[in-house]
């Protein structure tokens, strides 16, 4: 009698963590998604919807460019993210930073 197969394996699923976050500027709630191993920030409101920034930084900077509309924005009116859950203020520390793009549009 032969022995039975092996079943077969099954590589490890990768956990990513996103963690939801919201910033609100002239009057308007945006929403994006962080995710802390990579630092890269995705905007889920329209007009960027799906655009991917590679910092909290950065995507906070096309907001207040959307915004502005010409206008010079003071230092203190920048917009800050916020964890959606807990409304505290989005710390991303640039330790565990990878090479990434300045911004590229999702799939």
Known sequence: MEPSPAPPRVP???TVEIQPVVVSVAGHTIRGEFTPATRELRIVTRPWSGTTFASPAAAAHAVVRYFAVGRPVRTLDRPVWRLAGS?????ATATHRLHTAAHRTAC
Do not use: E, I, N, S
């Open 12 to 14: 490890p699923t990768l």
């Open 87 to 91: 409304g505290a203020v989005l710390r």
